[in-house]
């Protein structure tokens, strides 16, 4: 069976190029040319349109970046819709898309599966990514195999939908540690504690967390797409998360550089303070700290 992958980009090629060292002959498509050139490299056939590729597969991935992007994907597709095809989207989109996508499937007697990854970066291309399902058990089960071709799990956590509510759960926890460390290792260098060292002890307490052990490797790119999305669901859902809110903004005082000079150079800057050592004070000059009140 040919599965089809729409979408060669940063993450689109690395996960066609395990589907094929698994064994899947795959079938992509892309708008620029020259990501289906690299997508041959690495053993997938192009197709030269989206007609092309939906004639070949009955499965096709969908692996595009923004909402706009995937519900355009979804009209493009409708003259080539038949009856059986099965759309897993791969992206992280809000729920008003999978609606769409959904009614747009099914009026052809098609379904769709949504199935974000979650982790990245050397998962992505080692193969070890996992996939949050949302969909039928039916459609579930059609789609496993497919995304198991650049997984190590696959996760059905509910109905269509369900996927995507999984992934911002996810997404959520995720940029909270991202402001919780922070936070923490800037307390730390303040009293003059070396930030790596107490990220170190730290992984080895209570309060570690996966965000942490990667800390110096995010590039903090998909935070405000990420936390609109929490917001959004929040707001539709009637759910109060004040601590959503805060951390919609606080995390995007934090950049890559400024996590790296938390750990490792002599300060740091966090919502427009330096964040230093101070000159007396630390944990290495008690004297200097204030008497204990009786």
């Known amino acids: 069976m040919s599965v089809g992958l729409i979408g060669l980009g940063a993450m689109g090629l690395p996960m066609s190029r395990n589907m ?14 020259e990501r289906l050139a690299a997508a041959a490299d690495v053993g997938v056939e192009p197709a030269g349109s989206l007609a092309e590729l939906m004639d070949a597969c009955d499965v096709v991935l969908a692996c595009l970046p923004t909402d706009e992007s995937m519900v355009a994907l979804g009209h493009d597709a409708v003259p ?5 095809h099965l759309l897993v989207v791969t992206g992280t989109h809000s729920l008003a898309v999978m609606s769409t996508l959904d009614r747009l499937f099914r009026a052809a007697g098609a379904s769709v599966v949504d199935a974000p990854v979650v982790f990245g970066g050397t998962n992505t291309a080692n ?88 800390f110096d490797r995010y590039r903090f790119t998909w935070h405000e797409k990420d936390m609109d999305l929490v917001l959004d669901l929040a707001q539709d859902g009637g759910l109060m998360l004040p601590m959503a809110a805060q951390t919609d903004q606080l995390v995007k005082s934090i950049t890559q550089g400024e996590v790296i000079r938390l750990l490792g150079d002599e300060s740091c800057v966090y919502l427009g303070q330096t964040v ?12 200097a700290l204030p008497r204990a009140r009786r």
Not at 20 to 33: E, K, P, Q
Not at 148 to 171: F, I, R, T, W
Not at 276 to 287: F, Y
Request: charged share 20%; hydrophobic share 40%.
């Open 276 to 287: 230093t050592a101070r000159a007396a004070g630390g944990v290495g000059d008690l004297d």
């Open 127 to 214: 193969g070890t990514l996992v996939s949050l399902l949302g969909g039928t058990e039916t459609d579930v089960e059609r789609a496993r195999p497919v995304v198991m071709g650049y997984s190590k799990d696959a996760e059905h956590v509910g109905p269509l939908g369900a996927g995507q509510v999984a992934k911002a759960c996810n997404n959520y926890l995720h940029w909270v540690h991202s402001v919780s460390n922070f936070e923490a290792l800037a307390l730390a260098k303040r009293y003059g504690v070396d930030a790596e060292k107490m990220r170190q002890v730290l992984m080895k307490s209570p309060g570690d967390n996966g965000t942490l052990r990667n």
């Open 20 to 33: 094929v060292l698994r064994g899947h002959t795959v079938v992509g498509y892309d708008v620029a040319a």
């Open 80 to 84: 080539h819709i038949r009856a059986g």
